[in-house]
């Protein structure tokens, strides 16, 4: 990453409220490094200049932060991390955390899993599954304070996979570009469905780049009925709202 790049990544995390050392930038620094190494292998992100990865990825992952609700040390379920994102920057922004990132894409685990290792992320056990699956497996189902996603499924079909995963009191923080109200309105029936209650939706522009996001806070208010979620495809086939 270049001098330019850092400065990117410092001014986009101060935008957002995140102050990050200068060990936590060099990590950034690898991070970058192995992606773009990763990349060139297995194809990870569509992104390829710096200032996109900074912003887009690193940055943008960053702003899941906002409302301070990963302030504590919890126990956070990354669904559908990809290559590791928003998992990888929250774990060299936030080393407290416990994150646990989970894709059905062996390969993404595989990188994930190697990328935390070099870079000492000890807190980051990475999982390979799907999500209706993980959601019934007594280990993973009702064990998580938070569960953070981004850019996977309508927020109808994200509450059904995410709700099970918490526990009662514990948040889903839903990473979104701009959200559409149709979205939000069948989004808060399904999670009222699974246990879940929109607790805030927080619109923000992206640092520098002046991108429409939305940060969705969905509450799990009563444990999720054991029907949710439903069998590996249904969800999204058929999207409860
Ligand atoms: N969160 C990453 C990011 O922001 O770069 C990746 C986003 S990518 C668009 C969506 C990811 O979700 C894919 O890697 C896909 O394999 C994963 N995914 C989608 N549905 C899933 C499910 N039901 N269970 C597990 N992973 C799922």
């Not at 950034?28 to 710096?50: D, I, M, S, V």
């Not at 609700?69 to 922004?93: E, M, Q, W």
């Not at 062996?106 to 290792?117: N, P």
């Not at 990475?126 to 064990?143: I, S």
Request: some cysteine; aromatic content about 4%.
């Amino acid at each position: 990453m270049t001098g330019n790049g850092e400065a990117l990544l410092l001014g986009g995390a101060a935008a957002l409220g995140i102050k990050l050392e200068a060990s936590q930038v060099a990590t950034f620094r690898q991070l970058y490094a192995l992606l773009l190494e990763g990349n060139a292998r297995l194809n990870l992100t569509a992104l390829k200049t710096e200032q996109d990865i900074v912003l887009k990825h690193f940055v943008d992952s960053l702003s899941c932060l906002r409302g301070h609700h990963l302030d504590t040390p919890a126990k956070v379920l990354d669904l559908g991390t990809g290559g590791g994102f928003p998992s990888l920057p929250l774990a060299i922004a936030r080393p407290t955390l416990e994150l646990v990132p989970m894709d059905a894409t062996r390969k993404k685990i595989d990188f994930v899993r190697e990328t935390a290792h070099t870079l000492g992320l000890s807190r980051v056990t990475p999982v390979v599954g799907r999500a209706e699956t993980l959601g019934r497996d007594p280990e993973f189902r009702a064990q998580h304070d938070r569960v953070v996603a981004r850019a996977v499924s309508a927020l109808p079909i994200l509450v059904e996979l995410a709700l099970p995963f918490l526990k009662v009191g514990g948040l889903l923080l839903a990473q979104k570009g701009a959200l559409s109200g149709d979205e939000l309105d069948a989004g808060a029936q399904a999670a009222l469905e699974v246990g879940g209650r929109i607790q805030e939706v927080d619109e923000f522009t992206l640092p520098s780049l002046g991108d429409a996001r939305t940060l969705v806070v969905v509450e799990k208010i009563r444990a999720t009925p054991p029907r949710y979620p439903r069998r590996d495809g249904l969800p999204n086939q058929q999207p409860l709202f």
